[in-house]
């Protein structure tokens, strides 16, 4: 007989064990599936954010970067070291670590909250009926009375390009890498590419990231785009936009390329080569005739509350609309579980932040300029660089700029946008100002202390009306 639910939450990442904790805490008798393992074969939720995504990627990014910073910045520091080396196997080690402890603490969490975790595949059935195909054998059938679909997202694969794991790997392949390649090829120049070709540029490989598209980063900001393109060209990253991959072979232990470029056809040869050109919905096996309908993009159907077109059936995080980042997922998560105990649930797509975790990082949120001219708003721009911060010049880190803009009417913020040291931390102030209705001068008369690079924010809000302190206006 099934065991019975108020809540069965099917995915354990950061949209769907973040979901099931807020429906435990509001006092729904709640069900967790995820099929996550991790490298000792055993159960690890938080999907693929915790496990091979944001998390190692980060651990791997923080300890390149010292690596980097050790030979190229530390000298004017006064800090010398002879000869410094890596041991790659030690940095994945470090990265495996942490990784375990988070995947570790979920499962505290659950127990915490009296949560029931199966370690499986979970199956949505009609009448809200899930099957779970356990990893150690077995089955388990659970009943619900409501259900969230947290399934998730797999890397697209190119056609003739499959992965085999050892020469030709997804993002995945990319953070297990036994030694650092001498040289190394990434299709496509998005967050994944760039943050996984920093890791290894920085390690001592030659990166060339091939994308296909004309333009750098078009969903930045032009400005921001282009200052992070010279740093990244000045750290030996080659980014060769307009280069269509057509196909790729392995032989002799390399990696033939063919693209289709600017000069016409061309062969790069690599000893590895990284597919990194997006993700999509992951639904394979999810339902079974539940009569839960996707949209033409293959992902799962829902209206601004994230429900599907099933009575008492949710979705959330990489499987519906919208951008396919964790904190946007987990937001949903919560959502919907207030929205299932009766509670007011809402999540304002308009206001989630996108990062990029490179050096320097880049963070924007709300509208760029070619959108705001596109749609025909008219607007003020103010912008102020990090060189003319004392905080910035003070670490020896003061590259990039933070641009405001706002509406040429009401003032209110559209759009934030940020490159430079700490990037990720610093959006957080425009999501507030943002998600209050705020306006560039609410930014302009909030006191930021000094010296921070927080008071970049501060000028670049005082700059849309032409009042900035410390640069020409």
Known sequence: MAEQFDVVVIGGGPAGYVAAIRAAQLGLKTACIDKHTGKDGKPAPGGTCLNVGCIPSKALLDSSKHFHHLQHQYADHGISVKNPSIDVTTMIGRKDK??????????????????????????????????????????????????????????????????????????????????????????????????????????????????????????????????????????????????????????????????????????????????????????????????????????????????????????????VRGPMLAHKGSEEGIAVAELIAGLPGHINLDTIPWVIYTDPEIAWVGKTEAELKAAGIEYRAGSFPFAATGRGLAMGDAVGMVKILADAGSDAILGAHIVGANASELIAECVVAMEFHGSAEDLARIVHAHPTLSEAVHEAALHVDRRAIHRAN
């Open 98 to 319: 942490i990784v375990k402890q988070l995947t570790g603490g979920i499962q505290q969490l659950f127990k915490a909250n009296k949560i029931s975790y199966f370690n499986g595949t979970g199956t949505l059935h009609r009448d809200k009926a899930v099957s779970v195909a356990l990893n150690d054998g077995g089955e388990q059938q659970l009943q619900a009375k409501h259900v969230i679909l947290a399934s998730g997202s797999v890397p697209i694969e190119i056609p003739g390009i499959p992965y085999d794991n050892e020469y030709i790997v997804d993002n995945e392949g990319a953070l297990d890498f036994d030694h650092t390649p001498k040289r190394l090829g990434v299709i496509g120049a998005g967050v994944i590419g760039l943050e996984l070709g920093s890791v290894w540029s920085r390690l001592g490989a030659e990166v060339v990231l091939l994308e296909a598209l004309p333009d750098f980063l078009a969903a930045a900001d032009i400005d921001i785009a282009r200052q992070a393109a010279r740093e990244f060209k000045k750290q030996g990253l080659e980014i060769r936009l307009g280069s269509l991959v057509k196909r790729a072979t392995v032989s002799d232990g390399q990696v033939l390329v063919v693209i289709d470029g600017k000069d016409g056809e061309e062969q790069l040869t690599f000893d590895k080569l990284l597919v990194a050109v997006g993700r999509k919905a992951y639904t394979d096996g999810l339902l079974d005739e539940a009569g839960v309908e996707l949209d033409d993009r293959g992902r799962i159907r829902v209206d601004g509350h994230n429900r599907t077109n099933v009575d008492g059936v949710w979705a959330i995080g990489d499987a």
